[in-house]
């Protein structure tokens, strides 16, 4: 049996660690290589980082930094923000990335997950997806860092994604993002138990019950958080400890 992985994430901006609530109110949350030597350190399975406002700002995603980032880990690390070309993941991957992280640039232009694909396998290509449950029961995309609403649907693009060659999918809940009310359990079940590839569950993680009923419940491949871990609610040893007891295989140090 696979074991679960427990990945947290490293929001950037202006070269600092953030986090907010759905999206918004950010506040600092620390440095990026310590925060991210810490948790190679304490058990982590990997390591995502996100250039939040990348995308926005219309630039290239901060490559000198994730250089220091990867020479502090040793750990699976992917890294994803304004990525919308091969050549920009070949910066990224020279820099020490070991997996590229795609969102709105797919969504604008989807074959770019095939040529991505091609070029660097499958395996190296996460669809990182934006989504939010709005009023009508439906889950939509968002693109531009959950700035702007599409008319997809989330588990379309996702099966859309996986044809064209995602390895990964990176599933982000906006209505339970920062809200550490537990993770969004029905999308992530449907999407964990129909697509061929594994599903990282991100977006509510408040405690180590909810890790325990994401796994069990949704099927998850992995949960990624990061306030619990930055301002050490709780640690990620803890946590592993905690989900062994509950016979949800996980690798421990």
């Known amino acids: 049996m696979f074991t679960k992985r427990i990945i947290p994430c490293l929001d950037i ?6 986090k907010g609530t759905h999206f918004v109110e950010l506040r600092d949350a620390g440095d990026p290589v310590e925060l991210a030597a810490r948790y190679a350190e304490e058990g982590a399975d990997e390591l995502v980082f996100l250039d939040i406002t990348a995308t926005v ?25 304004g990525i919308s070309s091969v ?19 797919a969504v604008k232009r989807p074959n770019l997950i095939k040529e991505l694909a091609s070029e660097f396998g499958s395996q190296c290509v996460v669809l990182a997806i934006d989504t939010k449950q709005e009023e009508d029961g439906l889950w939509y995309v968002y693109l531009n860092g959950g700035r702007t ?10 099966k859309q994604g996986v044809d064209l ?6 599933l982000t809940s906006m209505n339970h993002d920062g809200a ?31 890790f325990n009923d994401v796994f ?38």
């Not at 630039?59 to 923000?81: C, D, M, W």
């Not at 991957?93 to 997996?99: I, M, P, V």
């Not at 949704?218 to 990624?224: H, I, M, N, V, W």
Request: aromatic share 6%; charged share 25%; hydrophobic share 40%.
């Open 149 to 158: 609403k599409t008319d997809i649907l989330c588990v379309d693009w996702a």
């Open 216 to 253: 069990k419940i949704s099927s998850a491949d992995a949960a990624l958080a990061a306030s619990i871990f930055h301002f050490k609610e709780i640690s990620i040893p803890d946590l592993k400890r905690y989900l062994h007891e509950q016979q949800i295989p996980v690798r421990l140090k």
């Open 13 to 18: 901006k202006d070269g600092r660690t953030v």
């Open 87 to 105: 050549e920009d993941v070949q910066v990224l991957l020279q820099s020490g990335a070991d997996k590229i992280s795609v969102n709105s640039a």
């Open 57 to 81: 700002e219309k630039r290239k995603t901060l490559s000198e930094l994730v250089y220091q980032v990867a020479h502090h880990v040793n750990i699976p690390f992917t890294v994803g923000g």
């Open 180 to 210: 550490k009310k537990g993770f969004a359990l029905d999308i992530t079940s449907e999407l964990s138990k129909s697509l061929p590839i594994p599903v990282i569950a991100s977006g509510g993680g408040g405690s180590m019950e909810h």
């Open 165 to 170: 060659g995602a390895g990964e999918i990176l």
